[in-house]
């Protein structure tokens, strides 16, 4: 397809366990974001990346999460030791351009992740 | 203070009406205001971009935007059912790589 792609729609697991989430970026786009959506929210910033470089993980919550894109093209984002407060959507967003703040993003359809 | 700050509604009008959202940040150094659409358990879906004081129109959407108040609105015409959703407004942040979003306008739209 041509849109962002993100897998598994869906993941349940228990608290305590390691969870990994993939996103596809629309092809050729360099810039990749990861974002958290609690229920009722908007979505919060976690990292940025341009290519396979992490220019910013501020929005991270903890030493927990780690997200990385090694080729530059897909993304995973890895939540070790889950906690039930890291139960939300997981969205995935790209741009075309490195200089990202004056374009928009195109999203994928998220990961809803719940930690039992 | 959060970065960006919206009514979270929800917010209903009568088919054809006009709806109006609004959206208020912070950070005086934001140069980029998107609106974005997000239909239940769907993704956000970009609706409208601005970067310049004043009014940006595209179809039955127009943006508004008052740097000096820190202000951006989005107007929707002829309002239908099919608009009803959560309106989010986003700013990026200070190093331009960041995106900060409000929490959402619930907007129905009542045939």
């Known amino acids: 397809g041509a849109g962002v792609s993100q897998s598994p729609r869906y993941k349940v697991a228990k608290r305590g366990q390691d969870v990994a989430l993939r996103c596809d970026p629309i092809s050729g786009h360099v810039s990749l974001f990861w974002y958290q959506q609690a229920l009722g929210q908007g979505p919060e910033f976690l990292t940025y990346f341009q290519n396979e470089a992490q220019l910013d993980k501020s929005g991270l919550p903890s030493d927990r999460f780690f997200a990385e894109r090694p080729e530059g093209s897909v993304s995973t984002l890895k939540i070790q030791r889950t906690q039930q407060e890291d139960s939300a959507v997981y969205l995935c967003?790209?741009?075309?351009?490195?200089?990202?703040?004056?374009?928009?993003?195109?999203f994928g359809d998220g990961t809803r992740l719940s930690i039992l | 203070q959060k970065e960006v700050e919206q009514n979270s509604g929800p917010l209903s009008v009568p088919e054809g009406a006009i709806a109006s959202l609004n959206c208020t940040y912070s950070?005086?150094?934001?140069?980029?205001f998107f609106w974005y659409r997000q239909y239940s358990g769907k993704s956000p879906e970009l609706i409208m971009s601005?970067?310049?004081?004043g009014d940006k129109e595209d179809g039955r959407f127009t943006a508004q935007l008052n740097k000096a108040s820190q202000y951006v609105s989005l107007l929707i015409r002829d309002s239908q059912p099919s608009d009803s959703a959560t309106y989010l407004c986003?700013?990026?942040?200070?190093?331009?790589?960041?995106?900060?979003f409000g929490t959402g306008t619930s907007l129905t739209v009542i045939p």
């Open positions: 601005i970067y310049s004081n």
């Open positions: 986003a700013v990026n942040g200070v190093t331009g790589n960041q995106f900060y």
């Open positions: 950070d005086r150094g934001s140069q980029s």
């Open positions: 967003a790209s741009s075309p351009q490195q200089r990202s703040s004056n374009q928009p993003q195109h």
